[in-house]
């Protein structure tokens, strides 16, 4: 008799504890859901970031090409001409002309970074 009893409280026990594990499994199915489609959002911008980083990394080689013939141009104009005006503004030119690969080689390594992740 006491046998039969115990084997009813566990059966009640585990009842009960099935009745409340089920929502609880039901919220972690759906908590599963939205993470998964945060996730792919996620991925989605990092793809778009990585794009915009690769086109704007193109564009500052460009930039710096382009630098580069105009400073190469000052140079012929200031050897013909010898003003020293013309050297004034030559000398921003070479220095952001300096500063090209450091930001070149910062753009290129900020694009590994996001490629890792």
């Known amino acids: 008799m006491i046998w039969e009893i115990a084997l009813l409280v566990v059966s009640v026990a585990i009842l009960i504890l099935v009745v409340f594990f089920i929502p609880a499994l039901l919220q972690i ?8 489609f945060t996730l792919k959002e996620f991925r989605s911008t990092l793809t778009k970031l990585n794009q915009a980083i690769e086109k704007a990394d193109q564009s500052l080689e460009e930039g710096r090409k382009a630098i580069k013939k105009l400073d190469k141009a000052l140079q012929v104009i200031d050897q013909t001409l010898g003003t020293s005006t013309l ?31």
Do not use: F, H, N, Q
Not at 29 to 36: R, T, V
Not at 102 to 107: L, M, Q, T
């Open 29 to 36: 199915k759906d908590s599963a859901k939205e993470l998964e």
């Open 87 to 117: 050297r004034v503004l030559s000398r921003p030119l070479t220095g952001l002309l300096e500063a090209m690969p450091v930001i070149v080689s910062a753009s290129k390594i900020y694009r590994k970074y996001i490629r890792r992740r």
